[in-house]
C-alpha cells in the first residue's frame, strides 16, 4: 500500500515533529533570554519567546508538509525514518524493525 501525507500516521509525525520543536524552540530561546537579562524570569521578554517559538513549530509544520509532498507521503528526505502503515491491533514498527524484503528495490512498498 502506498503512503500518502493524507493518512493518521504522517499527521502524527508532524504533530510529533512540531511539538518537539516547539519545546526545543522554547528552552533555547528562554535559555539565552535568561542569560542576556540575568536570572529573574519576570525580565524575560515572555511575547517575544511566543513569537519565536510559535514560528518555529510553523516551520517545522511547514517542512514536514513540503518533504512529504517530495516524497510522496514521508516524512523523512534521507529515508532516516518512515511511516508505516497498521491497524489498531498490529501498531507500525520503526524501519530498523521491518524485515530487509518489506521495501522494493525500486523505492515502492512492498
Known amino acids: 500500500m502506498a503512503v500518502t501525507m493524507w493518512t493518521q500516521e504522517f499527521w502524527k509525525a508532524v504533530a510529533e515533529r512540531a511539538f518537539k520543536t516547539f519545546l526545543y ?8 533570554d535568561g542569560i542576556a537579562v540575568g536570572t529573574n524570569i519576570r525580565d524575560i521578554n515572555w511575547p517575544l519567546i511566543a513569537s519565536g517559538i510559535g514560528i518555529a513549530a510553523i516551520a517545522s509544520v511547514c ?11 514521508e516524512v523523512s528526505l534521507v529515508d ?10 498490529d501498531p507500525p514498527l520503526p524501519r530498523h524493525a521491518l524485515p530487509d524484503d518489506h521495501y522494493s528495490t525500486d523505492g515502492d512498498s512492498a
Open 25 to 32: 524552540s522554547a528552552i533555547g530561546i528562554a535559555g539565552m
Open 80 to 89: 532516516a525514518e518512515r511511516v508505516v502503515t497498521g491497524t489498531a491491533d
Open 63 to 73: 517542512g514536514s508538509i513540503l518533504t512529504g509532498l517530495a516524497t510522496g507521503g
